[in-house]
Structures are given as structure tokens and as C-alpha cells.
């Protein structure tokens, strides 16, 4: 039986792209170059080609440019009651969480929080006990390259590192998930919001409370509320709860501002997402 296809009937875009441009790449840029000009020749889309230009660059970053810092951790303690933890990973909606011990400088372990299911049976909290299901922390130095990183993820199986600085001390964490967004762009959940300006911006729960979308522009939130708000050179709701504290709040923190107390219910690292408000 003969094989009427031609020989290397299937042939990878890097083929092409040799076939597209005489000689080689002598460095990045020249790759770059190279990359740019197939995608004008329609060989792939351009979200393939950021694709591709994220990941070279992952070779340039350090964790501690993408991590998230100390002071914006979510964390739990070692001796900490079963309720509580259940409260911490709910109101967090991580699926893994740092242990301390006694104050934030010493990680013993991780939490998964689908480890506590099994203590939801009511003959099973008795025997509750933290440090029996905690498990190994993963640490990693600032300094750290992401393509390193990345490749550690992989191979050790870790969702999750700790990150500490040069004297041992912790300074953020990181997650697989932050190096891949890094490389296609943030990942979105069911948790997640559409951050599009629109009639949903403001939403009328009970009581007198609202959620508000932190892009939701300031004039607009005056009209709705009659209210006189000024957020100096920004323009969202968002921007004044930055411009009034001086940094990025974190979920649960609280703005008491011009009759008004604005609570954060949902933040990334980057950016505000969800804001609770409600008049005093």
C-alpha cells in the first residue's frame, strides 16, 4: 500500500516561518521582528503572537514584580477554630490559603480548603485538628525568574509558593495562575464580574445597601445617590476609594466618606472590582 501524501504534509508554523525568511534569528528582537511580520502575513492571529511574546518575556520577570504582597495575603493561623477557617476560605473564595503560627513571619504549611469537607459531618469536628491536614509550604525567593517558576509549578505539582526575601523573611505570595496570566492575559471566573459601564452598575439589595461596580464613574454615582462626591483626578468610585486611602484596599476594607460607607467586596491585585455602599 503506497502513501500518496506528500512528505511532511503537516508541518508546524515554525516551518513556515523558516521557509518565509532567509537565514536565522541571531537574537530576540530579530525574533520579534520575525514573529510580527508572519502574523501580518496572516500564518497566525495576533492573539497567538502575544501569546508567544508574553512567554519570551516571562524570562525578564521576577516574582516579586507579580506577586502578591504581604499585606494583601489572606491568610489563616495554626490554632484557629474549624468555624473560623470555614468563614476565612468562604469570605476569601480562595481554594488554598498560607498557615502561620503565631504572627505572619513564620509559614508552617498550606491549607486546601476542600480538606475540610470531610470535617462537615458532625462526628468528625470533635477530632478537628489543623495541623493534621496542613501541608508542606513551597517557597521561593524573590529573585526568581517566572520561566524558572513556571517550570517548578510544572514539575512539583504546586499551585501555590510562598515568596521571601533575602534575609528569609515573607514578603507575598504567587500562583501558578499569576504567571500564566502573565503570558494569555488575566484569567476570569465565575466569581469574576463584567467591568463594563452600564445600567447594572448599581445593584439594590435590602435595607439600603447596594453593590456597586468600582467603574462605575463618580458623576454618575452622585445623580443616583444625590450625593456631592469629588475623586480629585479620578473619575470611577473605584479611583476615589484609591485616592482617599493612598492604596489598593483589599476585600473587606472600609471607606467612611461624605455620609457615605463604601466596604470592598471583591479586589484583585490589580484593580477594584465590586464595592458594597450603604449611607450612615
Known amino acids: 500500500m503506497t502513501n500518496d501524501r506528500p512528505e511532511k504534509s503537516k508541518r508546524s508554523w515554525l516551518n513556515m516561518l523558516g521557509d518565509a525568511f532567509i537565514g536565522e534569528p541571531q537574537d530576540r528582537e530579530q525574533l520579534l521582528a ?12 495576533g492573539t497567538a503572537l502575544a501569546m508567544i511574546e508574553n512567554s519570551l518575556r516571562l524570562s525578564e520577570l521576577r516574582v516579586r514584580e507579580v506577586m502578591v504582597p504581604r499585606t494583601r495575603m489572606v491568610f489563616v493561623k495554626l490554632h484557629q477554630p474549624l468555624e473560623t477557617l470555614v468563614s476565612i476560605a468562604n469570605d476569601s473564595e480562595y481554594s488554598r490559603l498560607p498557615v502561620f503560627e503565631e504572627n505572619e513571619e513564620h509559614v508552617c504549611g498550606v491549607l486546601l480548603v476542600k480538606d475540610l469537607l470531610e470535617y462537615f459531618v458532625e462526628h468528625e469536628r470533635r477530632h478537628f485538628d489543623l495541623k493534621k491536614i496542613v501541608r508542606p509550604a513551597f517557597f521561593v525567593p524573590e529573585s526568581k525568574h517566572l520561566d524558572s517558576l513556571l517550570n517548578e509549578f510544572r514539575h512539583t505539582h504546586n499551585h501555590m509558593a510562598i515568596v521571601i526575601n533575602e534575609y ?3 514578603s507575598g505570595l504567587i500562583t501558578i495562575e499569576d504567571v500564566i496570566e502573565e503570558i494569555v492575559g488575566e484569567i476570569e471566573d465565575e466569581h469574576d464580574v463584567d467591568d463594563e459601564e452600564g445600567e447594572n452598575d448599581i445593584i439594590a439589595r435590602e435595607d439600603g445597601v447596594y453593590t456597586v461596580k468600582a467603574v462605575m464613574p463618580i458623576q454618575d454615582f452622585n445623580q ?3 450625593a456631592n462626591l469629588h475623586g480629585g483626578n479620578f473619575d470611577t468610585i473605584g479611583g476615589l476609594l484609591l485616592h482617599e486611602l493612598g492604596y489598593l484596599p483589599q476585600r473587606g476594607e472600609v471607606l467612611d466618606i461624605e455620609g457615605f460607607r463604601i466596604s470592598v467586596l471583591l479586589a484583585d491585585k490589580h484593580r477594584l472590582r465590586l464595592l458594597e455602599v450603604r449611607r450612615t
Do not use: C, I, K, S
Not at 34 to 45: C, K, N, P, S, T
Open 224 to 226: 443616583h445617590f444625590n
Open 34 to 45: 520575525v514573529l510580527r511580520d508572519a502574523e501580518q502575513r496572516h500564518l497566525f492571529d
Open 168 to 170: 528569609g523573611d515573607v
